[in-house]
Nanobody, 123 residues
Framework: QVQLVESGGGLVQAGGSLRLSCAAS????????MGWFRQAPGKEREFVAA????????YYADSVKGRFTISRDNAKNMAYLQMNSLKPEDTAVYYC????????????????WGRGTQVTVSS
């Protein structure tokens, strides 16, 4: 398995930006697909963005497309989520995830999860 630790969450005003980081350790990071999910109080965990290990393909939820950017640095065992033009609806706990099955939108495809980092966007 790979161990994941998120950081970079915090409180920002609507329209602001935030960059989340995910530090990985353990098994070879470059062989894992990476995803970002989020969960708001009373809601199900939802897909945000993903990037594949093989070709670096990027996919985004419609709600964040054009505002968020996922990236990875395999040499540093890091994944990132750059969040711009933040909205109050983006408020949630954000989770970094790693998996070996390319089903990017499904939480079930990711066997490894971080503990999450809180993102709060004020209106």
């Amino acid at each position: 398995q790979v161990q994941l630790v998120e950081s970079g969450g915090g409180l920002v005003q609507a329209g602001g930006s935030l960059r989340l980081s995910c530090a990985a350790s353990g098994r070879t990071f470059s062989n894992y697909n990476m995803g970002w999910f989020r969960q708001a109080p009373g809601k199900e965990r939802e897909f945000v963005a993903a990037i594949s290990w093989s070709e670096g393909r990027e996919y985004y939820a419609d709600s964040v497309k054009g505002r968020f950017t996922i990236s990875r640095d395999n040499a540093k065992n890091m994944a990132y989520l750059q969040m711009n033009s933040l909205k109050p609806e983006d408020t949630a706990v954000y989770y970094c995830a790693a998996g070996v099955v390319w089903k990017y939108y499904s939480a079930s495809a990711y066997a490894n999860w971080g503990r999450g980092t809180q993102v709060t966007v004020s209106s």
